[in-house]
């Protein structure tokens, strides 16, 4: 069982950055790859980025590559983005969830954290 706790949102100004937090809670959390989703309004859920469970490996869509930054902190049970460059159309609920990697691409679990606004004003 693994809950999940995200922070680090709010409002920032286009160009400006923002790192949000994911705090998990149970021991097998550095077991599992980690992912950022994130859901804009009136749009589905869409994958961000996510991080092998040792952190060595990282993936992004192409739409943040070289903007975010997704890393890990296994001793603080600890996910973090950190967002550079932000646009308005990065605004949306950032959300974290603990899954596996298979198949060539992140598989999430229903493991979620209830997510933490992120407002980028033009």
């Known amino acids: 069982q693994v809950q999940l706790v995200e922070s680090g949102g709010g409002l920032v100004q286009a160009g400006g950055s923002l790192r949000l937090s994911c705090v998990a809670s149970?021991?097998?959390?550095?077991?599992?790859?980690t992912g950022w989703f994130r859901q804009a309004p009136g749009k589905g859920r869409e994958f961000v980025a996510a991080?092998?469970?040792?952190?060595?490996?990282?993936y992004y869509i192409d739409s943040v590559k070289g903007r975010f930054t997704i890393s890990r902190d296994n001793r603080k049970n600890t996910v973090y983005l950190q967002m550079s460059s932000l646009n308005p159309e990065d605004t949306a609920v950032y959300y974290c969830?603990?899954?596996?990697?298979?198949?060539?691409?992140?598989?999430?679990?229903?493991?979620w954290g209830q997510g933490t606004q992120v407002t980028v004003s033009s």
């Open positions: 969830n603990a899954g596996v990697y298979a198949s060539s691409r992140y598989v999430p679990s229903d493991y």
């Open positions: 991080i092998s469970w040792n952190g060595a490996t990282t």
């Open positions: 149970g021991r097998t959390f550095s077991a599992y790859y």
